[in-house]
């Protein structure tokens, strides 16, 4: 089996080794423990060492827990030859009760409504050649509380007593002496100066061993602010814009005699895309894919974008429809947009992964430090257990989660087993049990139910063939 421990010696420099301990005790729990993990749910499982108290020192406790996934990235997943993009997303987890530190009503794609919940943006490095997300930075939104916006209103209001100037009728067009806005200057909202600070950080630890070229996010964040934030961190924004975004071409022939030259020219139509921006067109299954490239202006950005649309078309109904990808880098290829774009989809299984393996949903914490270290544990065990799938997939490649927690399971049933036991078996049959258990390569991918069923059999009848040894 493999050694818990040893996977996190990489860590010891950045927390104590009393920690680590701990840590590897609640890793090998969760690996092996089937419904909902919580505090006390792991602390049944851990076994000698692992009391509840135990488990909630180590929720208790702040960790550098940016570093941590950095480090352990580094030495475990890291592949020189490959080449990573920052992807970055929210996820809204829902809790009920009104203690949990954060909760607030968040928008969920999920419900199609704003629910109950906390919500965490994470960031992720994704390789481009194996196609998998890695998180590595967590950070828990925090919403201003309405009391305190009522304040701020209330102090920024007049008072009733004054009294108001008579107001007059603002004059049509634009006012004499006014100038030009840059549109380069614009002022971050709150949610993009989290990510920022949350990105600059992350770059600091990764700028002299990882270098990123480009920032991958959902079309949430497919407007100017955003691009502008990511050339102020030196990196090259991917993203998805408006369907009924306005965009013109760029004017080709500007009158040099005049001081103001046109800039914009005529508006992309998408019913009638010009033919010279066409890059490829195939049909399958009466779906026609039209992908057009051109550099086009957009009148609330600051700069010339570099945008992909897609047009498909139902052959039979001529149904339309058309997405509309655009990125800061003006060479990037049409293949490669759409590729890493479509790649930032894997921070989506992290997300499933993290709630359905690894206790996102499941942690009832309410204080700052627990829920900052329940949600960093549930992501930081994604890449933990993608990192003991390797091994496992290169002789069975359908190896999956459900496969890596039965295993455990059956390891953990088997060293129960053994402790009813006067005395231990000799280490060589000991060892044959272990691997008989916990062998999963003779049965195909299935449930984590009929998992369980198996290993009871073959507990029993383990424990039927260790007594007829011991009495013979």
Excluded at 6 to 22: F, I, M, P
Excluded at 124 to 137: G, H, K
Excluded at 281 to 290: A, F, G, H, K, M
Aim: net charge positive; hydrophobic share 40%; with cysteine.
């Amino acid at each position: 089996m493999p050694d818990i421990l040893a996977l996190l010696e990489c860590l010891q420099r950045y927390t104590t080794r009393t920690t680590l301990r701990r840590w590897s005790r609640i890793i090998s729990a969760m690996l092996g423990m089937s419904g909902r993990i919580t505090m006390l749910s792991i602390s049944r499982w851990c076994g000698q060492g692992g009391s509840y108290r135990t488990i909630q020192r180590f929720f208790a406790h702040s960790l550098p827990w940016t570093m941590l996934f950095w480090v352990f990235f580094r030495e475990h997943i890291f592949c020189k030859k490959e080449t990573y993009l920052l992807v970055g997303d929210e996820v809204v987890v829902s809790k009920a009760g009104k203690k949990s530190y954060g909760i607030e009503r968040f928008f969920s794609s999920l419900y199609d409504k704003p629910i109950l919940g906390l919500s965490f943006f994470a960031l992720s490095l994704v390789s481009i050649e194996q196609r998998r997300a890695f998180p590595i930075s967590i950070e828990q939104v925090i919403k201003q509380k309405a009391q305190e916006a009522k304040t701020i209103k209330e102090e920024t209001e007049k008072p009733q007593e004054e009294t108001e100037p008579e107001i007059t009728k603002k004059k049509l067009g634009r006012p004499k002496g006014s100038k030009n806005k840059d549109k380069k200057e614009v002022s971050l909202n709150s949610e993009l100066l989290r990510i920022r600070c949350l990105i600059q950080d992350l770059l600091k630890k990764l700028s002299k061993f990882l270098p990123l070229t480009y920032l991958v996010l959902d079309g949430h964040f497919g407007n100017n602010s955003a691009v502008v934030m990511a050339v102020q961190l030196g990196l090259q924004l991917i993203c998805k814009m408006r369907c009924d975004s306005a965009l013109y071409i760029p004017y080709e022939n500007p009158d040099k005699r005049r001081k103001c030259r046109r800039k914009y020219g005529e508006k992309i139509d998408y019913l009638l895309m010009p033919e010279k921006f066409l890059k490829k067109s195939e049909t399958v299954d009466q779906i026609r894919t039209d992908i057009y490239q051109a550099q086009l202006l957009h009148k609330e950005f600051s700069q010339t974008l570099n945008v992909v649309i897609l047009v498909r078309t139902n052959i039979t109904t001529s149904k339309r429809s058309h997405a509309v990808l655009f990125s800061t880098d003006l060479n990037l290829s049409y293949e490669k947009l759409i590729d890493y774009y479509s790649l930032r989809f894997q921070i989506e299984f992290n997300f499933r992964d993290a709630k359905q393996f690894w206790g996102l949903e499941d942690f009832m914490n309410v204080g700052k430090n627990a829920v900052t270290n329940a949600a960093n544990l549930a992501f930081f065990m994604v890449n933990v257990s993608q990192v003991l799938l390797f091994d496992f997939r290169q002789f069975n490649p359908d190896f999956s989660i459900t496969d890596l927690k039965a295993m455990f399971r059956g390891y953990k049933y088997v060293e129960e087993t053994i402790k009813l036991l006067p005395e231990k078996p000799d280490p060589i049959l000991l060892a044959n049990l272990f691997h008989r258990v916990t062998n999963k390569r003779a049965y195909p991918p299935c449930r984590s139910l009929f998992y369980q069923f198996i290993n009871l059999a073959k507990v029993l009848r383990i424990v039927t063939l260790v007594n007829i040894v011991w009495w013979h």
